[in-house]
Protein backbone atom coordinates (compact mmCIF):
# COMPACT_ATOMS: atom_id res chain seq x y z
CA UNK A 1 0.00 0.00 0.00
CA UNK A 2 1.37 3.80 -0.78
CA UNK A 3 1.56 6.18 1.42
CA UNK A 4 -0.90 8.40 -0.54
CA UNK A 5 -3.70 5.34 0.01
CA UNK A 6 -2.68 4.52 3.66
CA UNK A 7 -3.36 8.04 4.46
CA UNK A 8 -6.85 8.20 2.57
CA UNK A 9 -7.50 4.92 4.38
CA UNK A 10 -6.50 6.39 7.69
CA UNK A 11 -8.10 9.42 7.48
CA UNK A 12 -11.50 6.99 6.73
CA UNK A 13 -11.33 5.40 9.81
CA UNK A 14 -10.99 8.15 11.84
CA UNK A 15 -14.03 9.74 9.73
CA UNK A 16 -16.28 6.72 11.37
CA UNK A 17 -15.05 6.63 15.00
CA UNK A 18 -11.60 5.83 16.27
CA UNK A 19 -12.81 4.89 19.40
CA UNK A 20 -14.31 1.54 17.21
CA UNK A 21 -11.52 0.74 15.53
CA UNK A 22 -8.24 -1.78 16.82
CA UNK A 23 -5.42 -3.10 15.07
CA UNK A 24 -5.63 -6.46 13.30
CA UNK A 25 -2.38 -7.95 12.71
CA UNK A 26 -1.89 -8.53 8.93
CA UNK A 27 -1.21 -12.44 7.83
CA UNK A 28 -1.39 -13.59 11.54
CA UNK A 29 1.74 -11.67 12.26
CA UNK A 30 1.37 -8.58 15.04
CA UNK A 31 4.36 -5.83 14.55
CA UNK A 32 4.64 -3.71 18.00
CA UNK A 33 6.83 -1.03 17.63
CA UNK A 34 8.40 0.27 20.70
CA UNK A 35 10.24 3.90 21.13
CA UNK A 36 12.43 4.12 23.87
CA UNK A 37 13.82 7.93 24.73
CA UNK A 38 17.31 7.40 26.00
CA UNK A 39 18.40 3.60 25.63
CA UNK A 40 21.53 3.37 23.26
CA UNK A 41 19.94 1.88 20.07
CA UNK A 42 22.21 -1.54 20.48
CA UNK A 43 21.10 -2.36 23.91
CA UNK A 44 17.36 -2.40 23.37
CA UNK A 45 16.18 -5.56 22.99
CA UNK A 46 18.52 -6.55 26.24
CA UNK A 47 17.51 -4.19 28.18
CA UNK A 48 15.22 -5.25 30.96
CA UNK A 49 11.57 -3.24 30.53
CA UNK A 50 12.34 -5.06 26.97
CA UNK A 51 12.72 -8.33 27.87
CA UNK A 52 9.34 -7.87 30.21
CA UNK A 53 7.54 -6.86 27.47
CA UNK A 54 7.67 -9.86 25.21
CA UNK A 55 7.26 -11.63 28.03
CA UNK A 56 4.22 -9.92 28.96
CA UNK A 57 2.98 -10.51 25.71
CA UNK A 58 4.60 -14.62 25.32
CA UNK A 59 2.44 -14.86 28.89
CA UNK A 60 -0.72 -14.12 26.47
CA UNK A 61 0.58 -16.09 23.22
CA UNK A 62 2.48 -13.65 21.24
CA UNK A 63 5.62 -15.28 20.34
CA UNK A 64 8.52 -13.14 18.52
CA UNK A 65 9.44 -15.16 15.59
CA UNK A 66 6.17 -17.19 15.74
CA UNK A 67 3.40 -14.82 15.66
CA UNK A 68 5.16 -11.67 16.91
CA UNK A 69 6.99 -9.06 15.95
CA UNK A 70 9.01 -6.43 17.43
CA UNK A 71 10.94 -3.55 16.16
CA UNK A 72 12.91 -1.07 18.39
CA UNK A 73 13.62 2.48 18.42
CA UNK A 74 15.48 4.80 20.69
CA UNK A 75 15.63 8.52 20.37
CA UNK A 76 18.91 8.16 22.53
CA UNK A 77 18.24 11.30 24.43
CA UNK A 78 17.15 13.05 22.07
CA UNK A 79 13.73 13.85 22.03
CA UNK A 80 13.53 15.76 19.20
CA UNK A 81 14.14 12.78 17.23
CA UNK A 82 10.79 10.93 18.65
CA UNK A 83 9.03 12.40 16.10
CA UNK A 84 11.27 10.86 13.02
CA UNK A 85 11.02 7.55 14.66
CA UNK A 86 7.04 7.55 14.99
CA UNK A 87 6.56 8.65 11.37
CA UNK A 88 9.17 5.83 10.28
CA UNK A 89 6.77 3.09 12.43
CA UNK A 90 3.59 4.44 11.18
CA UNK A 91 4.55 3.87 7.61
CA UNK A 92 6.09 0.62 8.03
CA UNK A 93 3.35 -0.09 9.71
CA UNK A 94 3.26 -1.37 13.19
CA UNK A 95 -0.24 -2.32 14.52
CA UNK A 96 0.36 -1.23 17.91
CA UNK A 97 3.06 1.60 19.55
CA UNK A 98 4.86 1.36 22.86
CA UNK A 99 7.17 2.99 25.18
CA UNK A 100 8.41 6.44 25.38
CA UNK A 101 5.67 8.43 26.92
CA UNK A 102 3.72 11.50 26.51
CA UNK A 103 5.20 13.10 23.34
CA UNK A 104 5.32 9.66 21.40
CA UNK A 105 1.41 9.36 21.52
CA UNK A 106 1.06 13.26 20.73
CA UNK A 107 3.02 12.47 17.33
CA UNK A 108 1.40 9.08 16.84
CA UNK A 109 -1.63 11.22 16.86
CA UNK A 110 -0.67 13.28 14.43
CA UNK A 111 0.32 10.63 11.72
CA UNK A 112 -1.92 8.12 12.42
CA UNK A 113 -5.26 9.04 15.03
CA UNK A 114 -6.58 5.11 14.94
CA UNK A 115 -3.26 3.93 15.58
CA UNK A 116 -2.99 2.19 19.10
CA UNK A 117 -0.76 3.48 21.92
CA UNK A 118 0.29 1.66 24.87
CA UNK A 119 2.14 3.95 27.30
CA UNK A 120 3.69 1.99 30.21
CA UNK A 121 4.65 4.81 32.09
CA UNK A 122 2.45 7.82 30.86
CA UNK A 123 3.29 11.62 32.52
CA UNK A 124 -0.05 12.25 33.72
CA UNK A 125 -2.11 11.65 30.43
CA UNK A 126 -5.19 13.43 32.13
CA UNK A 127 -3.53 16.56 32.91
CA UNK A 128 -1.58 17.54 29.99
CA UNK A 129 -4.74 16.48 28.01
CA UNK A 130 -3.54 13.39 26.19
CA UNK A 131 -7.03 11.66 27.44
CA UNK A 132 -10.34 12.29 28.47
CA UNK A 133 -9.95 10.08 31.89
CA UNK A 134 -8.22 7.27 33.24
CA UNK A 135 -11.12 5.09 33.69
CA UNK A 136 -12.00 5.80 30.00
CA UNK A 137 -9.23 7.41 27.67
CA UNK A 138 -11.78 7.81 24.93
CA UNK A 139 -8.94 7.73 21.74
CA UNK A 140 -6.11 5.95 21.03
CA UNK A 141 -4.02 6.18 23.85
CA UNK A 142 -4.02 3.89 26.97
CA UNK A 143 -1.56 2.04 29.27
CA UNK A 144 -0.24 2.73 32.91
CA UNK A 145 -0.11 6.21 34.58
CA UNK A 146 2.74 7.39 36.55
CA UNK A 147 -0.44 9.39 38.70
CA UNK A 148 -0.89 7.17 41.91
CA UNK A 149 -3.80 9.07 43.16
CA UNK A 150 -0.94 11.51 44.92
CA UNK A 151 1.85 12.76 44.38
CA UNK A 152 5.13 10.28 45.40
CA UNK A 153 7.69 13.46 46.00
CA UNK A 154 6.47 14.12 49.70
CA UNK A 155 7.25 10.35 50.44
CA UNK A 156 10.54 10.60 48.30
CA UNK A 157 11.29 13.55 50.58
CA UNK A 158 10.52 11.97 53.55
CA UNK A 159 13.01 9.10 52.60
CA UNK A 160 15.61 11.69 51.89
CA UNK A 161 15.09 13.21 55.57
CA UNK A 162 14.90 9.63 57.11
CA UNK A 163 18.57 8.92 55.02
CA UNK A 164 19.69 12.55 55.79
CA UNK A 165 18.24 13.60 59.35
CA UNK A 166 20.26 17.01 59.05
CA UNK A 167 18.82 18.12 55.68
CA UNK A 168 17.43 21.28 55.97
CA UNK A 169 17.80 22.25 52.20
CA UNK A 170 17.04 20.52 48.95
CA UNK A 171 17.97 21.63 45.59
CA UNK A 172 15.59 20.07 42.70
CA UNK A 173 17.03 19.31 39.55
CA UNK A 174 14.96 20.52 36.89
CA UNK A 175 14.63 21.84 33.29
CA UNK A 176 14.50 25.87 32.47
CA UNK A 177 11.27 25.62 31.51
CA UNK A 178 10.38 24.52 34.85
CA UNK A 179 12.69 27.14 36.72
CA UNK A 180 10.12 29.26 37.40
CA UNK A 181 7.41 26.73 38.21
CA UNK A 182 5.82 26.31 41.83
CA UNK A 183 6.06 23.38 43.68
CA UNK A 184 3.26 21.52 44.73
CA UNK A 185 1.19 21.93 47.26
CA UNK A 186 1.64 18.45 48.49
CA UNK A 187 5.77 18.62 48.39
CA UNK A 188 6.07 22.41 49.43
CA UNK A 189 3.60 20.86 52.59
CA UNK A 190 5.98 17.87 53.11
CA UNK A 191 9.42 19.98 53.23
CA UNK A 192 7.32 22.45 55.55
CA UNK A 193 6.53 19.76 58.02
CA UNK A 194 9.91 18.53 58.43
CA UNK A 195 11.51 22.06 58.26
CA UNK A 196 13.11 21.93 55.08
CA UNK A 197 12.86 25.04 51.99
CA UNK A 198 13.22 23.86 48.65
CA UNK A 199 15.14 25.54 45.93
CA UNK A 200 15.57 25.05 41.99
CA UNK A 201 18.93 24.15 40.00
CA UNK A 202 18.22 23.91 36.65
CA UNK A 203 20.08 22.11 33.53
CA UNK A 204 19.04 20.96 29.98
CA UNK A 205 22.62 20.10 28.58
CA UNK A 206 25.60 18.03 30.15
CA UNK A 207 27.42 21.09 30.69
CA UNK A 208 24.86 22.71 32.62
CA UNK A 209 25.17 20.13 35.26
CA UNK A 210 28.47 20.80 36.75
CA UNK A 211 27.38 24.45 36.78
CA UNK A 212 24.04 23.48 38.51
CA UNK A 213 25.51 21.43 41.31
CA UNK A 214 28.07 24.51 41.90
CA UNK A 215 24.49 26.40 42.38
CA UNK A 216 23.69 23.48 44.94
CA UNK A 217 26.56 23.97 47.23
CA UNK A 218 26.49 27.93 47.26
CA UNK A 219 22.59 27.14 48.05
CA UNK A 220 23.95 25.53 51.12
CA UNK A 221 22.23 22.24 49.84
CA UNK A 222 21.90 19.13 52.19
CA UNK A 223 20.91 16.91 49.23
CA UNK A 224 19.65 16.82 45.50
CA UNK A 225 16.38 15.86 44.57
CA UNK A 226 16.49 14.79 40.84
CA UNK A 227 12.67 14.46 38.68
CA UNK A 228 12.86 12.01 35.88
CA UNK A 229 10.06 12.23 34.72
CA UNK A 230 9.28 14.10 32.17
CA UNK A 231 12.78 14.59 32.45
CA UNK A 232 14.35 12.76 29.55
CA UNK A 233 17.30 14.71 29.67
CA UNK A 234 17.93 13.46 33.06
CA UNK A 235 17.85 9.61 32.36
CA UNK A 236 20.30 9.75 29.94
CA UNK A 237 22.74 11.71 32.31
CA UNK A 238 22.22 9.98 35.26
CA UNK A 239 25.84 8.59 35.71
CA UNK A 240 27.35 12.26 35.38
CA UNK A 241 24.70 12.98 37.83
CA UNK A 242 25.80 10.73 40.03
CA UNK A 243 29.39 11.36 39.42
CA UNK A 244 28.96 15.10 40.77
CA UNK A 245 26.64 14.37 43.32
CA UNK A 246 29.81 12.18 44.59
CA UNK A 247 32.08 15.05 44.43
CA UNK A 248 30.06 17.54 46.06
CA UNK A 249 28.97 14.83 48.95
CA UNK A 250 25.90 15.34 48.17
CA UNK A 251 23.04 12.28 48.94
CA UNK A 252 20.13 12.14 46.18
CA UNK A 253 17.38 10.79 45.51
CA UNK A 254 15.62 9.63 41.98
CA UNK A 255 11.96 9.26 40.89
CA UNK A 256 13.21 6.52 38.40
CA UNK A 257 14.94 2.89 39.61
CA UNK A 258 17.43 3.08 36.82
CA UNK A 259 19.50 6.43 39.14
CA UNK A 260 20.24 3.60 41.80
CA UNK A 261 22.54 0.78 38.92
CA UNK A 262 23.87 4.33 37.35
CA UNK A 263 24.96 5.28 41.00
CA UNK A 264 22.84 7.62 42.67
CA UNK A 265 21.75 7.21 46.64
CA UNK A 266 18.49 6.54 46.28
CA UNK A 267 15.53 6.23 44.36
CA UNK A 268 11.75 5.70 45.13
CA UNK A 269 10.00 4.47 42.07
CA UNK A 270 7.70 2.34 40.15
CA UNK A 271 9.11 -1.06 38.52
CA UNK A 272 9.44 -0.24 35.34
CA UNK A 273 9.71 -3.44 33.83
CA UNK A 274 6.61 -4.73 35.65
CA UNK A 275 5.20 -1.72 33.73
CA UNK A 276 6.43 -3.37 30.52
CA UNK A 277 5.28 -7.08 31.12
CA UNK A 278 1.72 -5.66 31.77
CA UNK A 279 1.82 -3.06 29.45
CA UNK A 280 2.31 -6.45 27.19
CA UNK A 281 -0.77 -7.65 28.53
CA UNK A 282 -2.41 -4.40 27.42
CA UNK A 283 -1.42 -4.80 23.77
CA UNK A 284 -2.78 -8.46 24.01
CA UNK A 285 -6.27 -7.10 24.58
CA UNK A 286 -5.42 -4.58 21.76
CA UNK A 287 -4.58 -7.41 19.35
CA UNK A 288 -7.43 -9.11 19.68
CA UNK A 289 -9.98 -6.10 18.89
CA UNK A 290 -10.21 -4.15 22.00
CA UNK A 291 -10.59 -0.36 21.60
CA UNK A 292 -7.55 1.41 23.42
CA UNK A 293 -10.26 3.91 24.02
CA UNK A 294 -12.25 1.85 26.10
CA UNK A 295 -9.14 0.15 28.70
CA UNK A 296 -8.44 1.79 31.50
CA UNK A 297 -5.32 2.95 32.62
CA UNK A 298 -3.89 0.95 35.46
CA UNK A 299 -1.77 2.43 38.26
CA UNK A 300 1.90 1.02 39.12
CA UNK A 301 1.34 -2.19 40.59
CA UNK A 302 5.17 -1.80 42.31
CA UNK A 303 6.00 1.38 44.21
CA UNK A 304 10.36 0.46 44.76
CA UNK A 305 12.92 1.80 47.14
CA UNK A 306 16.16 0.74 46.06
CA UNK A 307 19.25 2.00 48.15
CA UNK A 308 23.04 2.13 46.72
CA UNK A 309 25.65 1.96 49.60
CA UNK A 310 28.29 2.23 47.55
CA UNK A 311 27.30 5.58 46.58
CA UNK A 312 26.72 6.35 50.35
CA UNK A 313 30.39 4.80 51.31
CA UNK A 314 31.41 7.33 48.76
CA UNK A 315 29.78 10.23 50.56
CA UNK A 316 30.70 9.47 53.66
CA UNK A 317 27.07 8.57 54.64
CA UNK A 318 26.25 5.88 56.77
CA UNK A 319 22.29 4.43 55.85
CA UNK A 320 20.16 4.13 58.98
CA UNK A 321 18.77 1.18 59.44
CA UNK A 322 15.69 1.88 58.94
CA UNK A 323 15.57 3.09 55.52
CA UNK A 324 17.32 -0.50 54.67
CA UNK A 325 14.54 -2.18 56.37
CA UNK A 326 11.91 -0.29 53.88
CA UNK A 327 14.64 -1.36 50.67
CA UNK A 328 12.79 -3.57 47.99
CA UNK A 329 16.70 -3.77 46.76
CA UNK A 330 20.48 -2.79 48.23
CA UNK A 331 23.28 -2.66 45.76
CA UNK A 332 26.59 -3.23 47.49
Not at 104 to 131: C, N, T
Request: aromatic fraction near 6%.
Amino acid sequence: MDAALRWRLLAFILLIGSAGTSAQPAGGVARIGVVYYYVPAADVEAYGPSRALVEGLREKGWIAGRNAQFVWRSAEGRPERVAALVEELVRMPVDVLVGAGNDMAIEAAKRAPALPVVLPSADFPVQSGLVASLARPGGSVTGISNWVGRSLNAKRLALLKEAVPRMKRVAFLVPAGAARADFSRETQAAAEAMGVSLFRIVADRPQDLPKAFDEAVRGRADAIFVIDYPFAFVRAHQVLIAELATKHRLPAIHSASTAAEAGALLTYAHDISENFRRAGHIVDKILRGASPGEIPFEEPARIELVVNLNAARAIGLVVPPSILTQASRVID
